[in-house]
Every structure is written in structure tokens, then in C-alpha cells.
């Protein structure tokens, strides 16, 4: 079992729309979890991050972190063609300087004007 | 704001060609990343370094090696370089501190023919 699942995609939703993309993991030790957002042929940009359990809201974006079940989400709301990317969800332990991301295989998501 | 550079957006070499791509941070982070991105595989670590001259193996070192020799600058060198190794390759940032979140660069496109 890879220790970051992340749906495939890709996802194609209507601008407006409602998005709802999701992440599980099996490493029971990680703390905090991010979710970067990668335009085309650019570098992933840090969209937002959580600290253990609950939700985070900015803007039209809200993360969610449940540990009990090991999954984490990231709702779009009123969805725009700028949103047009792929996502990444990623994840550590906090163990220190030495900390590295662990991450999903992304998923790429269309937002039809 | 963090920023992260690389010495090229693209690049074409010849199979068995010594391959130097270049990355420079200027926020005085502790720690420097090298991945690379193929479609369906994600992105995949090759090597990281958490200190000046201090070098770990990433998941997929084979075939690669790293330098740094000043804090804000991190080497990764295709000591030859196959088509195989025609990739997406990105370097990122970090603090070292919590949350652990990477800075990412623009990437390099290497193509190996």
C-alpha cells in the first residue's frame, strides 16, 4: 500500500461548480498536510497547509483533515477556469529539520468556462 | 516571498553527456530538494541535502549526484545521461521548521536524445 493515495483524474467539473478532491494515507505519524496547486509546465506552488486534525478555510478554498480516517480533502468552491491544474496533496511527520513531504501523484482538474 | 531558481526552463542533451542543473535559493533555508515529475509516477525524490555539504538519497538516486557547497545553491549532476532520464526536474526549499512546507522552482525540462 502506498503511503499516499490520491485520485487520478482527471476531473473535469463546470465553472460554478462545487470540487471536492481527496487524499488517504496509511502513516499514522503524519502531521501536518498541504495541498499545492502546479499550473502547467510550472513549479507547485503551496495553495494551503493543516496542522493535524479540523478545517482551514481561505477564500474559496477549504481544507479538511480527519486522522481518525487517515484522509484529507481540499473543497473549491465556485470553482473558475483559473483553477485549471493539477493538485498535489502532501504530508509530514513533524520530526524535525530533517522532514521531508511525502507526496500524492496529483490530480488534474479542468474547469469548463 | 521565497524564491526558488533554476538555470533552465528547458534543456537538450546528447545519451552519455555530463548534465549540470543548477538551483539557487534566497531565503537562507536550511534544506534543498531534488525531484523529479514523469506523468503517472508523481513526483519522486532523488536527493536531498539539509545542510552545506551534507547529502542524503532520495527514493530514486541511481544515475545522479548532488553538490553543495553554498548554503543558497544546490547542484544535481547526470554523470551521464541516458534517455531515461528525460524528465520534469524540480528543486525546492525548505526551512526545516514547521509546517515543513518546499519552495518550489520553475523546473527544468530535460530531454536526453
Known amino acids: 500500500q502506498k503511503e499516499v493515495e490520491q485520485d487520478p483524474g482527471p476531473l473535469s467539473v463546470p465553472e460554478g461548480a462545487i470540487v471536492s478532491l481527496n487524499c488517504t494515507y496509511s502513516?499514522?505519524?503524519?502531521?501536518?498536510f498541504m495541498w499545492y496547486r502546479q499550473y502547467s509546465r510550472k513549479g507547485p506552488e503551496l495553495l494551503m497547509y493543516?496542522?493535524?486534525?479540523g478545517n482551514k478555510e481561505d477564500g474559496r478554498f477549504t481544507a479538511q483533515v480527519d486522522k481518525s480516517s487517515k484522509y484529507i480533502s481540499l473543497f473549491i468552491r465556485d470553482s473558475q477556469p483559473s483553477d485549471s491544474a493539477t493538485y498535489l496533496c502532501?504530508?509530514?511527520?513533524?520530526?524535525?529539520?530533517?522532514?521531508?513531504?511525502?507526496f500524492g501523484k496529483g490530480i488534474t482538474l479542468s474547469v469548463r468556462p | 516571498d521565497v524564491k526558488v531558481t533554476q538555470s533552465s526552463r528547458y534543456l537538450v542533451k546528447r545519451t552519455g553527456e555530463k548534465v549540470f542543473l543548477e538551483c539557487v535559493q534566497d531565503?537562507?533555508?536550511?534544506?534543498m530538494f531534488w525531484y523529479r515529475q514523469d506523468p503517472g509516477l508523481g513526483l519522486r525524490l532523488i536527493y536531498f541535502?539539509?545542510?552545506?555539504?551534507?547529502?542524503e538519497k532520495g527514493d530514486i538516486p541511481e544515475g545522479y549526484s548532488v553538490s553543495r557547497e553554498k548554503k543558497e545553491r544546490f547542484s544535481l549532476i547526470l554523470e551521464s545521461a541516458s534517455t531515461n532520464q528525460t524528465s520534469m526536474y524540480l528543486c525546492?526549499?525548505?526551512?526545516?521548521?514547521?509546517?515543513?512546507?518546499?519552495?518550489f522552482g520553475p523546473g527544468t525540462r530535460l530531454t536526453v536524445t
Open positions: 525546492a526549499s525548505s526551512s526545516g521548521q514547521a509546517p515543513y512546507e518546499q519552495y
Open positions: 502513516n499514522s505519524a503524519f502531521q501536518y
Open positions: 493543516t496542522y493535524s486534525s
Open positions: 502532501a504530508m509530514t511527520e513533524s520530526t524535525g529539520a530533517n522532514s521531508k513531504l511525502t
Open positions: 531565503m537562507d533555508h536550511e534544506n
Open positions: 541535502s539539509y545542510d552545506v555539504k551534507m547529502k
